[in-house]
């Protein structure tokens, strides 16, 4: 049976795609110049570059046309965890360690080792955690300006995890869920997977515009929100205390769940309260310890609303039936005995000095940030293709996210994210340097 016309424009176009003939970042014909060139349907032209997109070659950009994309960056570089060889350098992924954090680790075993409650350690433990575990990490969250007992804490396998566990408990598939136009892509997985829709909002240097909340409200039944109100992932912003009870009176109006995300808020010493301290009654408040202490620990916790407890505590059933006793008892330790917090300012001191080498390293380039984050936003200039500059450091061994895993609207900006905590500072200043090369010489272009 002959191949119906429109595939025969797509395999054409992925011929010369694939052979080099239509070249990375070449701007494709428009849909109606498509249409009339090969005899076909406006509709059907879509239906051509829909498919060349799903075949990872061509990228659709609204207002701006349809371009040929670098076959040679990985289609899920930014959200997929690539594994990245021992000459490539990554600045994609954030896993910051310090020196001696090995040795901690040693004491924490022979620590847990000459405890008598081994043999608990080995058995099934309570969804949620432990009731004095639990305990411990309400301490933890007082210590951050949020007041909870310990029975509103659940212990869960990362935020990733509680940030899943919530969603299962408390959202549906066909919600509504706000959030920021640029947010964490785990976010996105996860929507995603569970058939929640993610609707973007603009922004502006310190966080979402509320009056396109309000508006988004009006106009959809929006069911939750999803927000980073303390040191925002990618753009580092920290929301003020007025802003954000403009946002927890908003919340309350439209009757919004609050999800609010926290991983790195241990980097800002002044942060103002959390929304769960300021909307306790709608807020479910989602932490971890993979980035203020070390990412192969799998530990993480849950403050929510005493009325969703129980369903949380099912999804976490569900899902992993309880965090690894061993870890949650060694993280616990840690908190009683002041290394989290030791920990947490040496990263913060290790994080503004990595700032302050970006700093030096970029000067002039225009770039988004927070002083004491392990991230960098890089805006390109205009005309200057982010898959285009992220493939050429690639085929350098530096690996950078571009803005695509990060987006949630339709129009994605030509920006990179840069993660400064991977790799040790006479590395990351070498890769730096690169990036600025890479990314001016594409300026020039």
Not at 134 to 158: N, Q, W
Not at 233 to 256: C, E, Q
Not at 279 to 297: D, N, Q, Y
Not at 394 to 416: D, G, K, M, W, Y
Request: net charge neutral; aromatic share 4%.
């Amino acid at each position: 049976m002959p191949k119906a016309r429109y595939k025969q424009v797509v395999d054409t176009f992925a011929a010369d795609i694939r052979s080099g003939s239509l070249r990375p970042g070449a701007r494709l014909p428009t849909h109606r110049k498509l249409a009339a060139a090969h005899g076909l349907a406006l509709a059907t032209a879509s239906r051509v570059y829909a498919e060349l997109e799903a075949m990872g070659l061509v990228s659709g950009e609204t207002g701006r046309g349809t371009f040929v994309r670098d076959s040679a960056l990985p289609p899920g570089l930014g959200i997929d965890q690539q594994a990245v060889d021992g000459d490539t350098v990554d600045l994609n992924f954030n896993t910051p360690s310090l020196p001696g954090q090995a040795e901690l680790l040693r004491g924490a075993l022979r620590k847990l080792a000459a405890s008598g409650d081994l043999d608990a350690l080995l058995r099934y433990q309570p969804h949620g955690g432990r009731p004095h575990e639990r305990d411990t990490m309400a301490r933890h969250l007082a210590s951050r300006g949020l007041e909870v007992d310990g029975s509103r804490v659940l212990i869960v396998d990362g935020a990733q995890h509680g940030l899943a566990a919530t969603a299962i408990a408390l959202l549906k598939p066909g919600d509504v869920m706000a959030a920021d136009a640029q947010t964490y892509p785990g976010m996105k997985v996860l929507a995603d997977s569970l058939g929640l829709e993610m609707a973007p909002l603009p922004a502006d240097g310190e966080g979402p515009d509320l009056e396109a909340l309000d508006k988004l409200c009006m106009r959809r039944r929006v069911r939750a929100l999803y927000a980073q109100p303390t040191l925002h992932n990618p753009l580092g912003w920290v929301m003020s205390i007025a802003r954000r009870k403009a946002l927890v009176a908003l919340a309350r109006r439209h009757d919004l769940l609050l999800v609010e995300d926290a991983p790195y808020a241990f980097l800002e010493t002044h942060a103002p309260p959390p929304l769960a301290a300021l909307a306790p009654e709608r807020t479910v408040h989602v932490s971890g310890f993979s980035k203020s202490v070390a990412t192969g620990l799998r530990v993480g916790l849950v403050a929510a609303p005493h009325p969703w407890i129980a369903a949380i505590e099912r999804a976490i059933r569900a899902t992993t039936w309880n965090t690894p006793g061993v870890m949650t008892a060694m993280v616990c330790n840690w908190i009683e005995d002041g290394t989290v917090t030791r920990l947490e300012g040496a990263k913060r001191r290790d994080a503004i000095a990595r700032q302050t080498l970006a700093a030096e390293v970029l000067h002039g380039l225009p770039s988004v940030g927070h002083p004491a984050s392990y991230f960098l936003w890089l805006p390109l200039a205009e005309g200057v293709r982010a898959d285009l500059v992220a493939a050429d450091l690639l085929a350098q061994r530096i690996s950078v996210s571009t803005a695509a895993p990060f987006t949630v609207a339709a129009h994605v900006p030509h920006a990179i994210r840069l993660a400064l905590g991977s790799v040790d500072p006479e590395t990351l200043r070498r890769a730096l340097a690169t990036v600025r090369l890479v990314v001016e010489d594409h300026a020039c272009r």
